[in-house]
């Protein structure tokens, strides 16, 4: 079963404070999201990648840079914090081979605060 | 602009129920359609999914009904029970997903006995 893991969890951070948002998948999949969650906007895509040093920017990238340093790893980055980016983040990955469903396989989320 | 379309934005039924949740889409070239849940505190789990090439979809207690005329699809919930109350997202995607799905904003879905 995929297996995505997200740190931190939980994260309260002032504005203007710097954060990174940390993901691993183990199933050797190529491709990889940043998600955010909010009431009211379900979930939006921000940054994406199809393997390692490979980038696209998704729906609502404002704010946000992303870093893809391996297949496993994918990091989200908010350098200036603000409030509006308090959110629940979720990373998910997907494989890409023969049959591929395009599902997507889920983190366990990371909650943000930005004061 | 929201591609993909979602209502209502709660549903509330009794149990053995069947509870309708739908969702419309703009994009012409979306072919892959989704349905997630996701219960309180969890994340987001692929429920069910349909391409075009059909337009019924079952699994279980759970069907997709598909209308690629009028760009809309649902996902019916049969025999409704306490513990499929969450929040459903139906999505949709290219056939080039690799570019990620979009989401419908969500129907939460309440299920009482």
């Known amino acids: 079963e995929a297996a995505v893991t997200q740190s931190p969890r939980n994260k309260v951070t002032v504005t203007g404070g710097n954060v990174t948002l940390s993901c691993r998948q183990t199933n050797s999949h190529n491709y990889m999201y940043w998600y955010r969650q909010d009431t009211g906007h379900g979930l939006r895509l921000i940054h994406y990648?199809?393997?390692?040093?490979?980038?696209q920017i998704g729906d609502v990238p404002d704010g946000y840079k992303a870093t893809r340093t391996t297949q496993e790893d994918f990091f989200l980055l908010l350098e200036l914090a603000s409030p509006s980016q308090t959110s629940l983040y979720f990373c998910?990955?997907?494989?890409?081979?023969?049959?591929?469903?395009?599902?997507?396989?889920f983190g366990e989320g990371s909650k943000l605060t930005v004061l | 602009q929201q591609q993909v379309r979602q209502s209502p934005q709660s549903l509330t039924v009794w149990e053995g129920e069947t509870a309708i949740l739908n969702c419309s889409y703009e994009?012409?070239?979306?072919?892959?359609f989704p349905w997630y849940h996701q219960f309180p505190g969890e994340s987001p789990a692929l429920l069910i999914a349909?391409?075009?090439?059909?337009n019924k979809k079952e699994d279980g207690r759970f069907t997709i009904f598909f209308n690629k005329r009028e760009k809309k699809f649902s996902l019916h919930i049969a025999d409704s029970q306490p513990g499929d109350s969450a929040t459903y997202f139906c999505a949709a995607s290219a056939y080039n997903y690799a570019q990620g799905l979009t989401f419908g904003l969500g129907t939460r879905v309440s299920v009482f006995p």
């Open positions: 349909i391409r075009p090439v059909s």
């Open positions: 994009d012409s070239t979306f072919d892959y």
């Open positions: 990648s199809y393997g390692a040093g490979n980038l």
């Open positions: 998910a990955s997907s494989d890409d081979g023969q049959g591929n469903t395009g599902q997507l396989y």
